[in-house]
């Protein structure tokens, strides 16, 4: 079976530091793909970055950045100088090419002023 | 583009009656995806389309769960009888089709948020 574990159910992070998000998974395939959204209270769902796992450069989005660690089947989201906007569930999500999608529980983050 | 769009965006029924969750993907996306959000099972795939054609609704949770895209521009998902566990939010979402091995995101809609009482 396929699946996307975060194992921090909660964090938090002071406004303008750095946080990390943990995702680990669990595929027998080869050609994935993987995603970090956001919901924020609004519960619009909000694709924050992805990457190809077939690529080894790990992605990066202005501030958000992944460590993609393909053979731990490791998925870390970095969030640098955090914002009070970025408050949000973070939720991890694993893509086949077939379409399946798997998403973790979630980890729900708070910025602290 | 106006994106994924959902309606209704709020919906409270009875126990019992039918439901009926409409989204419009957005135009020249092949793929279509209902999810289930709640607090115990967090995001669910219930049911996803390609091209139209249901390909996989093992996620479904039971025959009181119907979804049908008759065309590219339009899904509903159906429960009939509503029960109160339904309660939850349903997502769709939309993507270009995968092809080729190239990977392409879900942009999801607002949701509606369903009490069955």
């Known amino acids: 079976a396929q699946t996307v574990t975060q194992s921090q159910p909660e964090m938090s992070v002071q406004e303008a530091e750095t946080v990390t998000l943990s995702c680990t998974y669990d595929?027998?395939?080869?050609?994935?793909?993987l995603f970090w959204y956001k919901q924020p209270p609004s519960r619009q769902m909000i694709l924050v970055i992805r990457q190809e796992a077939y690529k080894q450069q790990n992605a990066t989005e202005n501030r958000f950045s992944v460590n993609f660690q393909k053979a731990a089947k490791s998925f870390s989201l970095k969030i640098s100088d955090s914002q009070l906007g970025d408050a949000a569930m973070y939720f991890c999500a694993y893509r086949t090419r077939n379409n399946d999608m798997r998403f973790g529980a979630g980890t729900r983050l708070t910025v602290k002023p | 583009d106006a994106g994924v769009i959902q309606s209704p965006r709020h919906e409270v029924t009875e126990m019992g009656q039918e439901v009926t969750l409409r989204c419009k993907p957005i135009?020249?996306?092949?793929?279509l995806f209902w999810y289930r959000q709640t607090m115990m099972r967090g995001l669910e795939l219930l049911i996803y389309?390609?091209?139209?054609?249901?390909?996989?609704d093992s996620g479904m949770p039971e025959d009181r769960f119907s979804a049908k895209m008759p065309n590219a521009s339009f899904s509903t998902l159906k429960i009939q009888p509503s029960e109160p566990r339904d309660s939850a939010v349903y997502f769709c979402?939309?993507?270009?089709?995968?092809?080729?091995?190239?990977?392409?995101?879900?942009?999801f809609g607002p949701g509606t948020r369903l009490l069955v009482l």
């Open positions: 135009s020249g996306h092949n793929s």
């Open positions: 595929t027998s395939e080869s050609d994935y793909y």
């Open positions: 389309f390609n091209n139209n054609v249901p390909i996989d």
């Open positions: 979402a939309s993507s270009p089709r995968v092809s080729g091995g190239a990977g392409e995101t879900q942009y």
